[in-house]
């Protein structure tokens, strides 16, 4: 969808007229739509190929002159034709054509043009479904025309992807500082102003780029396709340490964007560590997360707790009194752990649960399920773990996260969803999962 967007110009101008040798010259739709593709060809950031779109343009003016042969003398002809681009660059009217034609897109623009839906629909073709489109449109409607705005962690991705599919526009070399002799004779020299050779807008990229010889990836299990994308960039020729655990993935197609990291990371020799030790939950936790660790990555190894606590998760049932049971239960922890509470909740929950536990103090906080990826708690209060496990194609794993973030107690409250058993246990987090949540 980026590139497409950079490569797509809306109602562009369809005629173009100048004035050359004192005949009237035009160009129409037809040849303009090939001339564009022509300039499009290839892989070169759109703004670099600007040049190359004018030239092409005065190309066929020269043609469509009919000038071309009226000298068989090279020289004369070389001698014609430059004055023919002379006359044709100094019209104010092929200047506004080619602005309007092929004009210089900054990041922001492009990004902010996105907001609307039928072109990103058109842009994003066989990548993004009408839903997705909807969603990715209305986010970025918070934008302004030039995508003046706020700016979210995937928008920074998208930016960096912009502008390294777009380029930068060649800048105009600056005129000569005035000698003060030229006033004492009278005469005043400057040098013309041309665009960067395609040598020196190299060697000015090569000074502005940013690498890095050596990357550090965490949480690399959240990065999306195009967060890689934006670090690959970064690290062409550096080495890395990448750390993640798929476990605790909140991105909906893993393999998705395992395709974009081994991409990023190239050929390079890989080394592979897995952590087998769990250091911060006790035994008596990470025994229940990891039921839903075997629902969510079937297979996987849990890590193996160093300690234990003898305290057992605690479970209760809220039935139609959510709000004053997580409150009560977060009060409760308050006078057996000495640190911090963490009530996590669903995501849409937030703002009930900031109500439900108003007034405790600074050691409880609420946060919805994905605002708890890597923060740790004394202990917690996982609210509702199938309205967790619903929110999204990473449901599963995202509930794993909520319920390893306590250091010494956990308590689950279920909702109306979670189908508890008389010990007040949910199905999810019981020994005898129901068969058709193991897909059986």
Do not use: C
Not at 16 to 35: K, M, P, T
Not at 59 to 82: I, T
Not at 83 to 96: H, K, N, Q, Y
């Amino acid at each position: 969808a980026p590139r497409a967007a950079t490569r797509t110009r809306n109602s562009p101008p369809e005629r173009l007229r100048v004035v050359a040798f004192g005949r009237r010259i035009e160009l129409d739709a037809a040849e303009l739509g090939r001339i564009r593709r022509n300039a499009l060809s290839g892989t070169a950031p759109v703004n670099l190929l600007r040049p190359r779109a004018r030239r092409l343009l005065l190309d066929a003016l020269w043609a469509r002159s009919g000038a071309s042969g009226r000298h068989q003398d090279p020289e004369l002809a070389a001698e014609l034709r430059s004055g023919f681009d002379e006359d044709i660059l100094s019209e104010d009217s092929f200047t506004a054509f080619l602005d309007a034609w092929w004009p210089e897109l900054t990041p922001r623009a492009v990004l902010a043009a996105m907001a609307d839906e039928k072109r990103l629909a058109r842009w994003s073709r066989k990548v993004l479904n009408q839903g997705e489109v909807r969603r990715v449109a209305r986010s970025l409607a918070r934008l302004g025309p030039m995508g003046e705005g706020p700016l979210s962690v995937h928008d920074v991705a998208l930016l960096d992807e912009l502008e390294a599919v777009l380029g930068a526009p060649p800048r105009p070399r600056r005129k000569r500082e005035a000698d003060p002799l030229d006033h004492l004779t009278g005469l005043q020299e400057l040098m013309p102003v041309r665009e960067e050779t395609q040598w020196e807008r190299a060697e000015r990229l090569a000074q502005e780029r940013t690498e890095y010889t050596h990357v550090i990836v965490d949480e690399a299990q959240d990065l999306t396709p195009m967060q890689w994308r934006m670090v690959g960039r970064r690290g062409r020729q550096a080495t890395w340490t990448v750390v993640g655990d798929p476990a605790q993935s909140s991105w909906s197609d893993p393999d998705e964007a395992a395709e974009a990291r081994d991409e990023a990371l190239g050929r390079r020799p890989r080394r592979r560590f897995t952590l087998t030790v769990n250091y911060r939950n006790p035994a008596e936790i990470a025994e229940l997360a990891s039921r839903v660790l075997a629902l969510a990555m079937p297979g996987s190894d849990s890590p193996r707790a160093v300690r234990s606590t003898g305290v057992e998760p605690r479970f209760v049932v809220a039935g139609e009194r959510m709000g004053e049971t997580v409150r009560a239960e977060a009060a409760r922890l308050l006078e057996t752990v000495d640190g911090t509470i963490g009530v996590v909740v669903p995501m849409e929950r937030r703002e009930q649960a900031a109500r439900w536990v108003a007034g405790l103090g600074e050691r409880v906080v609420a946060l919805g399920s994905l605002e708890a990826k890597g923060l740790e708690y004394d202990a917690t209060v996982v609210v509702s773990p199938a309205e967790v496990a619903d929110e999204s194609p990473a449901g599963l794993r995202v509930l794993y996260v909520a319920l390893t973030r306590a250091t010494q107690e956990l308590t689950v409250v279920s909702g109306r969803r979670d189908q508890p058993d008389a010990d007040g246990v949910p199905d999810l987090l019981r020994d005898d999962v129901p068969a058709e949540l193991l897909g059986e």
